[in-house]
């Protein structure tokens, strides 16, 4: 499970692809993040928990 940006996203899934794990599970974020407001950067964090812990089978 990796945390990218959508910047990195193509990249990240040719990487795993390329060392045999085509079904890299990914949670993508906005690009950039660098700059953002404070409160805009926890409103996506807020956001993005739920995905983030489905995504490495946490229970809820």
Do not use: C, N, W
Not at 22 to 46: D, H, N, W
Request: hydrophobic letters at 45%.
């Amino acid at each position: 499970m990796v945390v990218v940006t959508a910047e990195f996203d193509r990249f990240a899934t040719q990487i795993a692809t390329h060392h045999g794990h085509p079904s890299l599970r990914k949670l993508v974020l906005p690009y950039p993040l660098e700059g953002l407001p404070e409160q805009e950067l926890l409103q996506i964090a807020t956001d993005a928990y739920p995905t983030l812990r489905d995504l490495i089978g946490a229970a809820s």
